[in-house]
């Protein structure tokens, strides 16, 4: 990994493969999903560097996405962490202010007459029916708080202490919560999805209350231009709080059908260019088969990240490779936020593989410049599988069977 004191990075392109943690499954004999995938770029970037285990946070904390990127961009969550509400707003399209609040939210389903949330997302895909909610519930009037409208005269504030602040904010909010509830329990949508067997989506969850964070830039902080590629809300408005430029990735998602391999273009083209030294690149999809419990799908996204991997990589080397006389040379960073084990189908204390390398010490291991100049590009096809599919319904049965 030494450059011998005549090269330096021309840029680092750090790939975070969320929830890729896990445990030892018995149905892939006692390996966890990373161990039983096939992945020889993923092990070439290993074999030609520096590789490891990582506690994101610190050992033995079962953290969120959003701590675990600032620990990992450098910020101690501690210190800097405000709640996660802003994140995902900002990332968005909303603009905070200082002061403002903001929650992350999702769509739910409660049992009326108990008050108990049976499932804390009505429905994962649920691109039709959710503008369809959301547009119902905007505009929605709060009978307590009739002066939180619009075409008001500007009030002055008055002095208060942190008591009165947090009773009145609770108060409101709870109203909020209950009022929300009530415009969606009749919604003529839900009563259709009642009537097909569905869950309605009655509730809205109200998560992850934060404000924006007041921290020193990434580039100020770090000494980089720093871009980030990510379509999950929460991570594209981490880094626009940090400073980070968010690029996009025609075709890419933060779900299981996003297009894998415009992420890594979109990273190539913004280190290659010179725009920026440092990209960030977040994939969604692994995590989200740890949190469905859906082995064989985990372990198949983290065999497309290879491919992805590959096509950065092979990026990366012909930029190289044209710039030789320069001495370009490109980094490459592959780590975790946390681990998503598929038999609890949430976050844990797991620490995460960590693998650093120079893009060319990996492409010598795969063959050399010339050899992977010859592999083509194809376009990553995302996995696909259900519960009750016949590639998962043994593993799903197998993690019944040991809870």
Same mark, same amino acid.
């Given at each position: 990994?030494?450059?011998?004191?005549?090269?330096?990075?021309?840029?680092?392109?750090?790939?975070?493969?969320?929830?890729?943690?896990?445990?030892?499954?018995?149905?892939?004999?006692?390996?966890?999903?990373?161990?039983?995938?096939?992945?020889?770029?993923?092990?070439?970037?290993?074999?030609?560097?520096?590789?490891?285990?990582?506690?994101?946070?610190?050992?033995?904390?079962?953290?969120?996405?959003?701590?675990?990127?600032?620990?990992?961009?450098?910020?101690?969550?501690?210190?800097?962490?405000?709640?996660?509400?802003?994140?995902?707003?900002?990332?968005?399209?909303?603009?905070?202010?200082?002061?403002?609040?903001?929650?992350?939210?999702?769509?739910?389903?409660?049992?009326?007459?108990?008050?108990?949330?049976?499932?804390? &997302?009505?429905?994962?895909?649920?691109? &039709?029916?959710?503008?369809?909610?959301?547009?119902?519930?905007?505009?929605?009037?709060?009978?307590?708080?009739?002066?939180?409208?619009?075409?008001? $005269?500007?009030?002055?504030?008055? $002095?208060?202490?942190?008591?009165?602040?947090?009773?009145?904010?609770?108060?409101?909010?709870?109203?909020?919560?209950?009022?929300?509830?009530?415009?969606?329990?009749?919604?003529?949508?839900?009563?259709?999805?009642?009537?097909?067997?569905?869950? $309605?989506?009655?509730?809205?969850?109200?998560?992850?209350?934060?404000?924006?964070?007041?921290?020193?830039?990434?580039?100020?902080?770090?000494?980089?231009?720093?871009?980030?590629?990510?379509?999950?809300?929460?991570?594209?408005?981490?880094?626009?709080?940090?400073?980070?430029?968010?690029?996009?990735?025609?075709?890419?998602?933060?779900?299981?059908?996003? &297009?894998?391999?415009?992420?890594?273009?979109?990273?190539?083209?913004?280190?290659?260019?010179?725009?920026?030294?440092?990209?960030?690149?977040?994939?969604?999809?692994?995590?989200?088969?740890?949190?469905?419990?859906?082995?064989?799908?985990?372990?198949?996204?983290?065999?497309?990240?290879?491919?992805?991997?590959?096509?950065?990589?092979?990026?990366?080397?012909?930029?190289?490779?044209?710039?030789?006389?320069?001495?370009?040379?490109?980094?490459?960073?592959?780590?975790?936020?946390?681990?998503?084990?598929?038999? &609890?189908?949430?976050?844990?204390?797991?620490?995460?593989?960590?693998?650093?390398?120079?893009?060319?010490?990996?492409?010598?291991?795969?063959?050399?410049?010339?050899?992977?100049?010859?592999? $083509?590009?194809?376009?990553?096809?995302?996995?696909?599988?259900?519960?009750?599919?016949?590639?998962?319904?043994?593993?799903?049965?197998?993690?019944?069977?040991?809870?």
């Amino acid at each position: 990994m030494s450059t011998g004191g005549l090269q330096k990075p021309s840029g680092i392109a750090f790939i975070l493969i969320d929830g890729l943690g896990d445990v030892t499954i018995p149905s892939f004999g006692q390996r966890t999903p990373l161990q039983a995938a096939h992945t020889p770029i993923l092990d070439a970037v290993a074999a030609a560097g520096l590789n490891g285990l990582l506690d994101p946070v610190e050992p033995g904390l079962a953290c969120g996405s959003d701590t675990a990127h600032l620990s990992l961009f450098g910020y101690e969550p501690r210190t800097y962490y405000r709640g996660r509400g802003a994140f995902e707003s900002m990332g968005a399209g909303l603009h905070m202010s200082e002061g403002d609040i903001a929650f992350k939210c999702n769509f739910a389903t409660c049992d009326a007459a108990t008050g108990i949330v049976v499932k804390r &997302r009505a429905d994962r895909q649920f691109e &039709r029916e959710g503008p369809v909610l959301c547009a119902h519930l905007d505009g929605l009037q709060l009978p307590s708080y009739p002066e939180h409208r619009d075409n008001l $005269p500007l009030q002055r504030a008055k $002095p208060a202490d942190e008591s009165e602040e947090a009773e009145f904010t609770a108060a409101l909010v709870n109203e909020l919560s209950d009022q929300l509830c009530t415009a969606l329990q009749a919604h003529p949508l839900n009563e259709e999805r009642r009537r097909l067997g569905k869950s $309605p989506a009655n509730c809205l969850l109200l998560r992850g209350c934060g404000s924006r964070m007041k921290v020193p830039g990434f580039r100020e902080r770090q000494g980089m231009r720093a871009c980030v590629v990510a379509p999950t809300r929460i991570i594209a408005g981490l880094g626009m709080c940090l400073g980070m430029q968010s690029v996009d990735a025609p075709g890419a998602t933060g779900d299981y059908r996003t &297009r894998l391999e415009a992420k890594a273009e979109a990273v190539a083209q913004a280190l290659v260019s010179g725009s920026f030294d440092f990209a960030f690149l977040h994939v969604k999809a692994v995590d989200d088969a740890g949190h469905d419990r859906l082995p064989w799908l985990k372990m198949k996204f983290i065999e497309a990240v290879d491919q992805m991997v590959l096509h950065l990589l092979v990026r990366l080397s012909q930029a190289e490779q044209a710039a030789e006389a320069d001495q370009r040379r490109f980094t490459i960073c592959l780590a975790s936020d946390h681990s998503t084990p598929v038999l &609890r189908g949430d976050h844990s204390f797991e620490p995460v593989p960590l693998a650093i390398a120079h893009a060319s010490d990996v492409i010598d291991v795969l063959g050399g410049p010339d050899y992977v100049a010859t592999l $083509p590009l194809q376009p990553i096809a995302s996995p696909v599988a259900t519960p009750g599919s016949a590639s998962e319904e043994a593993h799903t049965a197998n993690l019944d069977s040991m809870l």
